[in-house]
């Protein structure tokens, strides 16, 4: 038989324990509670980063359409125009409103040119400034105030001087 002494000092060790049903409950609930936590703080921190994407690709659109400003030194701008149709050439010459500078040139459309044939011949400096005289799809000469257009009114493009030559020689 062997001989069993009890130690008469208490030590402080690290054993294993068992929990008791009600413990095991409380540790489910604290877990689920701590998942739910969890998944709040995942989603606010997507949110969060979400913006900060948007606001980051935005601040390199701005930077890269700048960028492209300064290198090219000019960028385009809506203003008030008018065109003069040079039938000869078949040149439409579109010119500021507010500084009657030719600011491009295109080739004219075929419709534009039989127009020449029906209507007559006009001195320019008679027409408004602020108007363009177009015809519309029923064949009627109406005036379109360009404060009432959007870009997708124009489907022409503008020729630089020079296409505009390559167009002449054509």
Known sequence: MAILKKSEEIKRMDIKYLFTEEELKG??????????ERDSLEDEKKDVVSTYTAQIKSANADISRLSTEYRQGWKNK???????????QKIVHVCRADTDAIVGNRIMTSDEFQDEVWSPL?????????????????????????NEMSDDDS???????ESL??????
């Open 27 to 36: 540790i489910a609930e604290e877990t689920a509670k701590r998942v739910l």
């Open 122 to 146: 006009v001195d320019i400096t008679a027409l408004p400034e602020k108007i363009e005289i177009v015809e519309d799809p029923a064949g009627e000469i109406v005036e379109v105030d360009f």
């Open 78 to 88: 809506i203003h008030e125009c008018y065109e003069i149709f040079d039938y000869e």
């Open 155 to 161: 489907d022409n493009t503008m020729l630089d001087d």
């Open 165 to 170: 030559e390559k167009a002449e020689g054509a």
